[in-house]
């Protein structure tokens, strides 16, 4: 595959003229839309090279909510390993809870698909944000655990899933070691049945590195506790904070970096996002809340707007700014530069492989290149 990116003056047809090769194949590859308009510094993915000789072997998993579609279900399969359905919960006392909307059809399209279904357990509360006490009250109980290591079990084995995925989030710093054993415990009593366990790491840098997401994570605790690791490098653009890109090359690589000193890199997975923010300007901390967008919708927004893609170099991200009812507005998303450089991260480190968060829209040019860059295992 090979990245074009496009010029004033370029159609669709010149582009594939230039390349030699079928304007189908342009539009299909990047989910054009008719009358397949483009704009200036958009990424294009051709089919215009030779496949590599020889790919790097990766995992890939994916995120996803029951209720994802079932079309967009069905095109994204053959590019899994595994999947992770988001989310199970638990009560206080170590009681279950199953996702609000039945996963049952969705775990029987992925075994049909040959891939591994994963079971994601969070500590959500009613109100749907992730809640420390609740956490607290876990890893701090052994009658608790033993309750939800039983149920847990149950539920693999009923419903088919391959995997566990340990997915806590805002961890007090007193319970540090206590979820690392949790960790620990839950690999110990699966791994006999065959369960794989992995856990969700906040993405850090440094040891000491303060804040309520990353003093509850251990590296290199984790990375002894579970079979292995993903690391959420994304959100550094996020809802409630100022334009930025959602996972700056610059920053994944320092994640990565300090990440390889804690665990083994071949437990390591790379976090990868599949979606953009809207900003609206100016930005006001506390009163300012991005919009998530897809790819493809942020592509269409600049479109629709006539104004220019740009790359940050740093970042290596696309954004641009565009108006609309009078208000100005920012963009930063992903499209196959960034994609292309977050995947170059994986034989540089030999990580194991990836995880998306989240697989909600189908982003066909994420998958293409993907599959030309790796042989996914």
Do not use: C
Request: proline letters at 7%; zero cysteines.
């Amino acid at each position: 595959m090979e990245i074009y990116v496009v010029k004033k003056g370029d159609t669709v047809d010149s582009i594939a003229q230039r390349y030699g090769i079928p304007v189908s194949s342009v539009i299909f590859d990047n989910q054009l839309v008719y009358p397949y308009p483009l704009a200036i510094g958009q990424a294009l993915l051709l089919s215009a090279g030779e496949p590599f000789a020889s790919a790097w072997p990766a995992y890939v998993n994916g995120y996803a909510y029951p209720y994802i579609r079932q079309n967009v279900l069905d095109e994204t399969l053959p590019y899994l390993t595994t999947l992770s359905v988001f989310s199970y919960g638990f009560t206080t006392q170590g009681d279950l809870i199953p996702p609000a909307a039945d996963d049952s059809l969705m775990v029987r399209s992925t075994l049909a698909a040959g891939v591994g279904p994963v079971l994601t357990l969070t500590p959500l509360g009613p109100d749907g944000n992730f809640n420390n006490n609740l956490i607290t009250s876990l890893v701090n109980n052994e009658e608790a655990i033993s309750n939800l290591l039983s149920q847990l079990l149950t539920a693999l084995q009923e419903k088919g899933f391959q995997g566990l995925d340990i997915d806590f989030e805002y961890i007090l710093p007193q319970d540090r070691v206590p979820f690392a054993d949790f960790v620990s415990e839950a690999r110990a009593f699966l791994s006999p049945y065959g369960y794989h366990v992995s856990v969700a790491l906040a993405p850090k840098t440094s040891d000491t590195q303060a804040g309520l997401l990353y003093a509850g994570k251990d590296y290199r605790l984790l990375g002894e506790a579970a079979d292995s690791v993903l690391l959420m490098t994304y959100e550094w653009g996020y809802t409630y904070g100022p334009p930025m890109a959602v996972a700056p090359i610059n920053k994944v690589r320092e994640v990565v970096e300090y990440a390889v000193t804690r665990i083994p890199p071949d437990k390591i997975d790379l976090g990868i996002p599949n979606y953009g923010y809207d900003w609206t300007l100016p930005f006001v901390r506390g009163r300012s809340r991005a919009r998530t967008i897809s790819n493809l919708e942020a592509v269409q927004l600049a479109i629709d707007a006539d104004v220019p893609i740009s790359f940050d170099e740093t970042a290596m991200s696309p954004y641009f700014r565009y108006e609309r009812d009078g208000q100005l507005h920012e963009v930063w998303f992903e499209d196959v530069r960034s994609y292309r450089e977050k995947f170059s991260l994986l034989p540089e480190y030999s990580l194991r492989g990836m995880g998306y968060w989240q697989i909600m829209q189908f982003f066909r040019p994420n998958w293409l290149l993907l599959q030309d860059m790796f042989l996914i295992q």
